[in-house]
């Protein structure tokens, strides 16, 4: 399964490199992609692949985790559709990290019948003893799910939660 990352700052770092030390994925899997040089840095230190368009990250991946600021969200959606011509977007697993940001905000921003997983990690995963709390969008399947399940317990514990309740866990 390859795995891209929209934005590799400290969380998406994290996850990366757990989920590739804890074997879930291999470090040829991942794929990054963000527009800080920085971030374009550690991502090549770690041996990742650098996605330098969106297009090319979405074309290659089977889950993507979307690790940016609840801010910078809604021009994420806008990338994504303007970099997704000719892409069934239905056929890939995205991940938000975006705290406070519900599903149906990300359904409406990604598009109808795209699977979903509204994620809420703690810095603690920064040391890989971290407390993930997990709600499943309405068209992510059980593989997905336990997918994420999986790399997020790479970085730590993981608690799967209604999403009416994933505000307790912000």
Known sequence: MKVGFI???KMGQALAVGAVQGRVIKANEVIG???SKAAKKEIKRHQFRVAHRLG??????????LCVKPQQ???????IQEEAQGLNLSQICFVSIAAGIPLA???KGLGK???LIR???NTPALLNAGVSGVSRGR??????LRFVKDLLQSVGHVVEVPESKMHVVT
């Not at 090319?56 to 985790?65: E, G, N, Y």
């Not at 068209?139 to 997905?144: I, N």
Request: net charge positive.
């Open 119 to 121: 994620v809420m990690p």
């Open 113 to 115: 019948k795209v699977p």
């Open 139 to 144: 068209f992510a399947k059980t593989k997905h």
């Open 7 to 9: 934005g590799f700052g």
């Open 73 to 79: 969200i809604k021009a994420v959606y806008q990338k």
């Open 33 to 35: 992609f963000d527009l």
């Open 105 to 107: 905000h990300l359904q």
């Open 56 to 65: 090319d990250l979405l074309r290659r991946c089977d889950c993507i985790f």
